[in-house]
Every structure is written in structure tokens, then in C-alpha cells.
């Protein structure tokens, strides 16, 4: 039940915060939106495969791919918040290659930095469609 209850409420954040970016970002928070919907439902999927020891390289090859193209959109943009959400998912990615190189299990911590990582994403991608939102705003006022 507990693990039920997490899980809906993390994609209901996931999903909140993209139908956020959808109707309130411009380009590049729909983009960012689109792929954390992508790279969620993949680390969803993996963690479907029975076979833990397939679990923990994928989780940090999916990893990877968001960390790679949140820093290929950042590059692209040059917005802060999304220089925020790309040292987050570094962060992210390091904790990942910890856990992988040094054959330990996941555990509490894991599961805390994990967690408050991928909100921190969601908070830089809120900040991002608020002020892509009062940018649009200030513009029409003129």
C-alpha cells in the first residue's frame, strides 16, 4: 500500500508539473516536460525486469541519456534553471555509479537523494514555466 501510494503520487507530480510545462512553458520547458515523461516511464519499465543485476546498469544508462540531454537542451537555451536541473541530474548520475561500482545495495539513502533529485528536477522545470509564462505576460502588456 505505501509503495502504491508513492508511486502514484510521484507521477502524479511528474504528470502535473508536464501538463504545467504543456499549457504555461514555451519550447524548451515542453521539451524538458517530454522528456521527463519519456525517461520516467523507462525507469518505471526497469524496474519491471526481475532481474535485479540488469536493473542497476540500466537505471544508469537511462540516467545518462536524461543527464545527456538535459545538458544538450541547456547548451541549446542557456536558461538557469535548466544549468540547475543539469547539475541536479549529475548529482543524480553520481549517485547512481556509486551505488554501481561499489556493488551495494539500494537503501535508504538511495531511495532519499534519489527522490529529492528528480523533485528538484521538477521544481527547476515549475520555475522554468513561471517565468516562461510571466516572460510571454510582460510581453503582451507592452
Not at 543524480?92 to 561500482?101: E, I, N
Request: net charge positive; glycine share 10%.
Amino acid at each position: 500500500m505505501h509503495l502504491d501510494f508513492l508511486l502514484i503520487f510521484g507521477w502524479t507530480l511528474i504528470l502535473g508539473v508536464s501538463l504545467l510545462a504543456w499549457r504555461l512553458g514555451g519550447r524548451v520547458e515542453r521539451q524538458v516536460a517530454l522528456l521527463v515523461v519519456v525517461m520516467s516511464l523507462a525507469i518505471t519499465l526497469i524496474g519491471l525486469i526481475p532481474d535485479k543485476a540488469i536493473q542497476k546498469p540500466s537505471y544508469f544508462l537511462v540516467d545518462g541519456l536524461f543527464g545527456a540531454g538535459l545538458m544538450v537542451m541547456a547548451m541549446r537555451y542557456t536558461t538557469a534553471w535548466l544549468g540547475v536541473a543539469v547539475l541536479l541530474q549529475a548529482a543524480q548520475f553520481s549517485l547512481h555509479a556509486y551505488y554501481l561500482v561499489g556493488g551495494k545495495m539500494y537503501d535508504t539513502f538511495y531511495a532519499m537523494v534519489n527522490n529529492l533529485v528528480s523533485l528538484g528536477v521538477l521544481v527547476c522545470l515549475t520555475a522554468g514555466c513561471l517565468l516562461a509564462w510571466r516572460k510571454r505576460r510582460r510581453a503582451g502588456e507592452n
